[in-house]
């Protein structure tokens, strides 16, 4: 079981397309276990996107992460960081597939609405970025809601 960490950007929360990029993975059966709207910190979104901190977008990212609250989601599921990502299509929304997040909500590559964690070590450092532990929703009722979905 894996766990992945999403963000609505501020330009998702901007346009009103929360619940329906939520609704694609419910209906997708893939588990919420955590989930809070913030404004995130610049020293956090420094921290967030550290791998980047040398590119010539660093700024601008930061940025606009930092322009309007977000929402953090903790995802758990099998395989959920490559179902996640393959559901949110390309980083250019110009080459995201229609049927994909990105592919049918955006258009700009700076806002391009979603960040999906890129593997199993980026999920669990980002994480633990927006949740403590004891936020994230491990009850074994909550899992009798889920075993039967498919
Ligand atoms: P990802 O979000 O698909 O994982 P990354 O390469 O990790 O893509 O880049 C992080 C974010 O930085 C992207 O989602 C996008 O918002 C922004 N970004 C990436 N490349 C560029 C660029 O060339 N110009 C402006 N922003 C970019
Ligand atoms: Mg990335």
């Given at each position: 079981?894996?766990?992945?960490l999403?963000?609505?950007?501020p330009?998702?929360?901007?346009?009103?397309?929360?619940g329906?990029?939520?609704?694609?993975?419910?209906?997708?059966g893939?588990?919420?276990?955590?989930?809070?709207?913030?404004y995130?910190s610049?020293?956090?979104a420094?921290?967030h996107?550290s791998?980047?901190?040398?590119?010539p977008f660093?700024?601008?990212?930061?940025?606009?992460?930092?322009?309007?609250?977000?929402?953090?989601?903790?995802?758990?599921?099998e395989?959920?960081?490559k179902?996640?990502?393959?559901?949110?299509?390309?980083?250019?929304?110009?080459?995201?597939?229609?049927?994909?997040?990105?592919?049918?909500?955006?258009?700009?590559?700076?806002?391009n609405?979603i960040?999906g964690?890129?593997g199993?070590?980026?999920?669990?450092?980002?994480?633990?970025?927006?949740?403590?532990?004891?936020e994230?929703?491990?009850?074994v009722?909550?899992?009798?809601?889920?075993k039967?979905?498919?």
């Open positions: 079981m894996e766990n992945t999403v963000l609505l950007k330009d998702a929360v901007a346009k009103g397309v929360c329906e990029i939520i609704a694609r993975f419910e209906k997708r893939i588990k919420i276990i955590g989930m809070k709207m913030l995130l610049r020293a956090q420094a921290i996107y791998e980047h901190q040398d590119k660093f700024d601008e990212l930061v940025n606009f992460i930092i322009s309007g609250p977000l929402v953090a989601i903790a995802l758990q599921g395989n959920v960081v179902l996640v990502r393959t559901m949110m299509g390309s980083t250019n929304p110009l080459e995201a597939a229609p049927g994909t997040i990105r592919g049918d909500l955006a258009t700009n590559i700076k806002n609405i960040h964690s890129d199993p070590v980026s999920a669990k450092r980002e994480i633990n970025i927006y949740f403590n532990d004891s994230l929703c491990k009850e009722a909550y899992e009798s809601l889920y039967d979905r498919g």
